[in-house]
């Protein structure tokens, strides 16, 4: 008699893999943590989940396959969390979480019980959903070879490219709808400190640089949202070399709601290279300069620097833009790791 | 705009579509300009919301067959041009379409659809302080309307300043065009050289005159030399470059 069937063996085996990708594995680099939480992901996946989770490291269709919009209406390519059991699921968010940081993967986890609110106040409607977020890979997880893993769904677009020990973040979408929620009786907004931070930012400015910084037109949409790979526009707005110290470290701290969504070591690396070019970065503001107390502003707002470009858009789609946003997070020097892979 | 929402609100109810996913109340028009040496380039996305779809889709699928022919999609794509506006230094440029695509009419009754269209217009010589205008008039009604430029591949052009109205529907944008014969600190260089030669000429001719008038006095009256007339032209000539003075004043 066997005590236990080969699907439960496997499982047992998928969580104690994951449980090794979990732990902090001491003397372990980033891309080895990542690289063992990836196999340990794929072996939990049978042949036929397996195909439609891998792709050719080349396969620019995949790579730019990545939306705002809902799953239903811009398909995916790779798996959902839908199509997965209990043990795979679980196994595919420890793999997104050892990619991340602590705040970034939890940044991830707001977004996507965000659009479980937005399916429960639409009538339970199928478009939305927190399991509707899928994983796909192209090539292989290795710790020389670059590989990049790529998690979405409806408000999020991430696309991790692995070259060794460099991780890239870029081009990454996030979202929310409602960006202001309560669960558990905790208030939630996803995007909460990209307002925030950049709000404050705005009031440490004087007068001089407030008019360098405000645009006199409207912003209603992203700029370089998706599709627009490779596009460098012309910045605006006030550079941060005419910006103090003080405002200087709050427009970082600002960058870093993105750059720190990758894990730390990766994050550390590209706070380093955008804190290179911040003399040539720009902050560029339009729209309300005031906000209500504990909401979202209204105002889109872009940063711009030599290896940098985050935009921040609230949609009028739905009503309140301070309840729908849109940011995009993008460096036209390296979007998928081209300059790292090109070396 | 906003008193259209409630409207929009009630055509998305009506259709049972989720009022949260889609774009609403508007026609977005996002424009991306390039600009080269001798030719401007743009790059049009055309996104009409859900509401707004019925206003558009009659104006690209004219036979209201459901389907965008080939034939539609140009004349669609050359009623947009249209309704532009591209001017270069005061003058008027002419749009040429170079590609339109669009996703299907379904698309774009959810509010998902979009026309993408290239178009370009060569750009007459010229150098130094550029001004190009560009204006966007297609159903402005419920447009909403985006316009950047990308940052120049080629060095000599330089962005000076981008200036739009409120809902960007003008954009003007001034940049600089150096290099070559259009380069305007060679320009300046040359009437500089040019007007120096000018005058170096002058002062020999007035030399040359006041060294004979001398030489003729001297012949009528000798031992009595005509110093004086000389004595300017030297002035002068101690501020121009030496290399000057050895090729003029020989």
């Known amino acids: 008699m066997r005590f236990l069937s080969t699907r439960t063996g496997r499982g047992i085996c998928a969580l104690a893999s994951i449980c090794v990708s979990l732990s902090p594995a001491i003397g372990q680099t980033a ?14 996946l049978d042949e036929k989940q397996r195909q439609t989770v891998e792709f050719a490291f080349g396969d620019e269709k995949q790579r730019q396959r990545w939306s705002n919009l809902p799953t239903g209406f811009v398909p995916r390519g790779g798996i959902s969390l839908k199509e997965m059991n209990a043990t795979q699921r679980a196994a595919a968010l420890a793999l997104v979480s050892s ?14 019980e965000s659009d479980e609110v937005n399916k429960t106040s639409e009538g339970n409607n199928p478009i939305f959903g927190k399991d509707l977020y899928y994983i796909s890979m192209l090539g292989k997880p290795s710790e020389k070879d670059p590989w990049m893993l790529q998690f979405g769904g409806h408000h999020l677009a991430l696309n991790v490219t692995i070259v060794g020990e460099q991780g890239v973040l870029t081009p990454t979408l996030t979202g929310a709808q409602p960006a202001l929620y309560t669960i558990g009786g905790k208030t939630v ?5 990209e307002s925030d931070k950049a709000i404050a930012l705005l009031n440490a400015l004087d007068e001089k640089q407030r008019k360098q910084a405000i645009l006199s037109y409207r912003l209603a949409d992203l700029v370089l949202g998706p599709g627009q790979d490779g596009k460098t526009i012309q910045p605006e707005g006030l550079k941060a070399s005419g910006m103090n110290e003080r405002q200087r470290a709050m427009l970082v701290d600002l960058i870093s709601e993105w750059a720190g969504i990758i894990h730390e070591s990766a994050a550390a690396a590209r706070m380093a290279e955008i804190q290179a070019g911040l003399d040539e970065t720009w902050f560029a503001w339009s729209g309300p300069t005031s906000v209500a107390p504990g909401k979202n502003i209204t105002a889109y707002y872009r940063i711009q620097g030599p290896k940098l470009v985050i935009e921040y858009a609230p949609q009028r789609l739905g009503g309140d833009p301070s309840m729908h946003i849109h940011t995009m997070y993008r460096d036209p020097t390296n979007d998928y790791g081209r300059r790292l892979i090109a070396k | 705009m906003s008193n259209r929402l409630p409207a929009a609100a009630a055509i998305l109810l009506s259709l049972g579509a989720p009022a949260s996913a889609h774009r609403l109340d508007e026609y977005l028009q996002a424009t991306i300009v390039s600009v080269e040496k001798d030719r401007v380039q743009a790059f049009m996305r055309l996104i009409p919301g859900v509401a707004v779809s019925s206003i558009v889709i009659p104006s690209i699928d004219t036979n209201g067959d459901g389907i965008v022919s080939d034939s539609e999609r140009q004349s669609y794509a050359e009623r947009v041009l249209g309704d532009l506006s591209l001017s270069i230094d005061g003058h008027p440029l002419k749009p040429r379409l170079v590609s339109v695509d669009c996703t299907g009419i379904g698309e774009m009754k959810e509010g998902l659809g979009e026309i993408r269209i290239e178009f370009s217009a060569d750009l007459p010589r010229g150098h130094g302080s550029r001004r190009l205008i560009f204006e966007n008039r ?28 409120e809902n960007q529907s003008y954009y003007q944008l001034d940049y600089r065009q150096a290099g070559g014969r259009s380069d305007p600190l060679s320009s300046l260089g040359t009437i500089a050289l040019l007007l120096s030669a000018g005058l170096v000429l002058l002062l020999r001719l007035r030399a040359r005159r006041g060294r004979s008038r001398a030489a003729s006095r001297q012949s009528n009256h000798a031992g009595m030399p005509d110093a004086p007339r000389e004595r300017p032209v030297r002035r002068i000539l101690g501020y121009l470059p030496p290399a000057w003075i050895r090729s003029t004043d020989r």
């Open chain 1, 189 to 193: 907004r996803p995007l909460g400190q």
């Open chain 2, 138 to 165: 297609h159903q402005s009604r419920i447009a909403a309307y985006l316009v950047n430029c990308l940052m120049p591949r080629d060095k000599t052009i330089q962005i000076a300043a981008q200036n739009r109205n």
């Open chain 1, 31 to 44: 891309t080895a943590r990542i690289v063992t939480a990836a196999n340990a992901f794929l072996s939990t």
């Open chain 1, 99 to 112: 990619a991340l940081s602590q705040r970034g993967f939890e940044k991830v986890r707001q977004i996507m």
